[in-house]
């Protein structure tokens, strides 16, 4: 059993290069989500997506897109990197989301980013 | 503006004692809140939950309170563990709308 499975673990990226986050889920969730967690502030949501062809922004998008053409996948990109999205970025699903289920998350192990 | 708060950034606890994770939120439109545990290197794992509806929910060594008068929430261990040391996050959320997280408080059971 899988999971949630993100890629890479680790990665270092010079201001103003871009690179796509891998998240791939094996349950078949409809819900999927990107989250930051940075020291103080908690998770923070940047994009989610409630099945394949739909997406909308969370709290903190700037910077980020994502798109979601299969139920397994959802990609994060950054487009220019900047030394404020160093972070640890988690990607997490569940089988649904909203009208009444309150279904819980289920997480990747994170990607450790550093932009220098 | 942080939604939720865990004003404990640690907390250390004996083998064998209760801990007692305390977490505080100022949206009275949450209906629905969760205890996350994560270990370093690892995702957070979902621990336990409770509806707005209810004031107590147990989960074997696991219970989770919630004073919706106080916006209030705890988490209790019991007997602690080792093991149960990581980084615990509260989270909430209203209806369909997603979910907004506290900061964490690190947990460490001193055998």
């Known amino acids: 059993n899988a999971g949630v499975t993100q890629t890479p673990k680790f990665q270092v990226l010079k201001t103003g290069q871009s690179m796509t986050l891998q998240c791939a889920q094996d349950?078949?969730?409809?819900?999927m989500s990107w989250y930051r967690q940075d020291p103080g502030m908690g998770l923070r949501l940047i994009h989610y997506?409630?099945?394949?062809?739909i997406t909308d922004q969370g709290e903190v998008p700037n910077g980020y897109n994502v798109s979601r053409s299969t139920t397994e996948d959802f990609p994060l990109r950054l487009l220019s990197a900047a030394p404020s999205q160093t972070s640890v970025y988690f990607c997490?699903?569940?089988?649904?989301w909203g009208g009444g289920t309150y279904e819980k998350l289920f997480f990747g192990s994170g990607t450790q980013l550093s932009v220098l | 503006d942080q939604q939720v708060k865990q004003n404990s950034p640690s907390l250390s606890v004996q083998e064998g004692r209760i801990s007692i994770l305390n977490c505080d939120y100022t949206?009275?439109?949450?209906?629905?809140f969760l205890w996350y545990k994560k270990y370093p290197a690892e995702g957070p794992t979902f621990l336990i939950s409770?509806?707005?509806?209810?004031d107590k929910n147990e989960d074997g060594r696991f219970t989770v309170f919630l004073n919706k008068s106080a916006k209030h929430l705890s988490l209790h261990i019991v007997p602690s563990q080792p093991g149960d040391s990581a980084v615990y996050f509260c989270?909430?959320?209203?209806?369909?709308?997603?979910?907004?997280f506290g900061t964490g408080t690190r947990l460490t059971v001193i055998p």
């Open positions: 997490a699903s569940s089988y649904s």
């Open positions: 949206n009275s439109m949450f209906d629905y």
């Open positions: 409770i509806s707005s509806i209810k």
């Open positions: 989270a909430a959320r209203s209806g369909a709308n997603n979910l907004f």
């Open positions: 349950m078949n969730h409809e819900y």
């Open positions: 997506s409630v099945g394949a062809g």
